[in-house]
């Protein structure tokens, strides 16, 4: 019994782990994946194999592949609506228009070889603006949706022809910002580094 | 407080336990599961671990290296002078303390080798 569920949730993550969209959500099914297998191990009373397998794969593997992920290029964006003490998932259900609209962008990034990384949040815009770590912010007042995005970076020029193609009903204009000096750049991201060269 | 600062308590509590642990593995490794090889991988998590947290080059690479270097002469040596020593292969008392010595040189290898692998790759390696 305790093998069968062990085999079945194994199987589970690995796809899970292949058709996650999010980097860093595979990472972490793989990382599952092989606690589970190390549990298999001792199950099958090899303690030896298994604590090599937990402290290597689980361990190890995670904190190189996070290691990696960092060096990755990550396209951060910011959903704010300041309407609503907090934001719900509702935002970003894949059935709404405006969820389709995040699903989108969401595409976008991932065909350019960026990662996406999505964060709603009830903040004002400045406070978001003033922690300056997003290339892309999409604020919602009411009924009308806006984007912020740097006026230097050619990636938001095609994803305002994109979106003004396919989502004209839902009320989204974008908004330029300049050249911000406030920026923080903690990592050597990819889309910021672009712009500079 | 910054926004690490989560990940960086819960990290800085861990510290000594998993250093522990690690040690544990190493030095009982002769007669339970366990052995300088995994013992040495857990500490290296630890190192690793810290990179995460607080992303810093301060580890001299160099040194490091030369450490893992002369672990593994000793590693090579030793083992060559018990076999070329007949009078140390039949006292029975220095099985025991050999094979922890041996395993104690392992796992210190394998720790500062994996350490200096993901160090190097996350500062010097370009994408």
Redesign the interface.
């Known amino acids: 019994m305790v093998e069968a569920t062990i085999f079945v949730s194994l199987a589970v993550l690995a796809v899970l782990a292949i058709e996650s969209r999010v980097l860093r959500l595979s990472v972490i099914y793989l990382g599952i994946f092989s606690l589970l297998i190390s549990f298999l191990y001792l199950y099958y009373n090899a303690?030896?194999v298994?604590?090599?397998e937990a402290?290597?794969a689980s361990?190890?593997t995670t904190?190189?592949f996070?290691?990696?992920l960092?060096?990755y290029r990550v396209y951060r964006i910011c959903f704010t609506n300041e309407a609503f003490q907090t934001v719900t998932d509702r935002y970003i259900v894949e059935g709404t228009r405006r969820g389709a609209l995040l699903h989108e962008i969401e595409q976008f990034c991932i065909a350019r070889e960026l990662e996406p990384q999505i964060v709603c949040t009830p903040e004002s815009l400045d406070a978001v603006s003033r922690r300056g770590r997003y290339d892309l912010i999409i604020r919602q007042e009411g009924d009308e949706l806006r984007i912020y995005g740097d006026g230097q970076n050619y990636l938001v020029d095609e994803l305002e022809v994109l979106l003004i193609l396919h989502y004209h009903d839902l009320n989204v204009r974008f908004v330029r910002t300049g050249e911000s000096s406030d920026r923080v750049d903690e990592?050597a991201d990819g889309t910021t580094g672009e712009q500079a060269s | 407080m910054s926004e690490r600062s989560i990940v960086s308590t819960i990290t800085g509590l861990l510290y000594p336990f998993v250093v522990l642990f690690g040690v544990y593995?190493i030095v009982n490794g002769h007669d339970s599961?366990?052995?300088g090889?995994?013992g040495g991988?857990?500490l290296?998590?630890m190192f690793?671990?810290r990179?995460?947290v607080d992303?810093t080059n301060d580890l001299a690479i160099g040194r490091a290296v030369l450490v893992e270097k002369a672990i593994f002469a000793a590693i090579v040596v030793i083992p060559a002078a018990l076999v070329l020593s007949l009078a140390a292969q039949q006292t029975v008392w220095l099985r025991e303390p050999y094979l922890i010595a041996m395993n104690l040189l392992i796992g210190f290898k394998v720790a500062i080798g994996?350490t200096i692998l993901?160090f190097r790759?996350?500062f010097y390696e370009d994408?």
Request: no cysteine.
């Open positions: 303690p030896d298994a604590i090599a402290v290597m361990g190890l904190l190189l996070l290691t990696a960092k060096r990592s | 593995i599961p366990g052995g090889f995994q991988a857990i290296a998590a690793i671990g990179y995460i992303p994996l993901v790759y996350a994408s």
